[in-house]
């Protein structure tokens, strides 16, 4: 299994921004779908934003407009560039290879990186 580490999350105030990386222990040149998921206290995970070996991106309508995933292939990372953040984005976010038809999950979980929006 890829190997996944999450960096980038802190404390922002609403209406700020903040960039996650996902960074891969092998290639993930090979893996066609990859993409972010979030888990709010009390709340099921679930996938925000999604990207294509080839660079289609889909997202949850929760955050279209306002986040933008992109990977860079040769250098193994995943990248969500999330803008205009509210309260409820706040949640702990996680990158995972991505099944193309369920959308579940295909690897172990990493250790994710926390998302707190409040003033």
């Known amino acids: 299994q890829v190997q996944l580490v999450e960096s980038g999350g802190g404390l922002v105030q609403p209406g700020g921004s903040l960039r996650l990386s996902c960074a891969a222990s092998?290639?993930?040149?090979?893996?066609?779908?990859m993409g972010w998921y979030r888990q709010a206290p009390k709340k099921q995970r679930e996938l925000v934003a999604s990207i294509t070996s080839g660079g289609s991106t889909n997202y949850a309508d929760s955050v279209w407009g306002r986040y933008t995933i992109s990977r860079d292939n040769a250098k193994n990372t995943m990248y969500l560039q999330m803008n205009s953040l509210k309260p409820e984005d706040t949640a702990v976010y996680y990158c995972?290879?991505?099944?193309?038809?369920?959308?579940?999950?295909?690897?172990?979980w990493g250790q994710g990186t926390q998302v707190t929006v409040s003033s």
């Open positions: 995972n290879a991505v099944h193309p038809l369920s959308k579940a999950p295909l690897n172990s």
């Open positions: 092998e290639s993930i040149f090979r893996i066609y779908v």
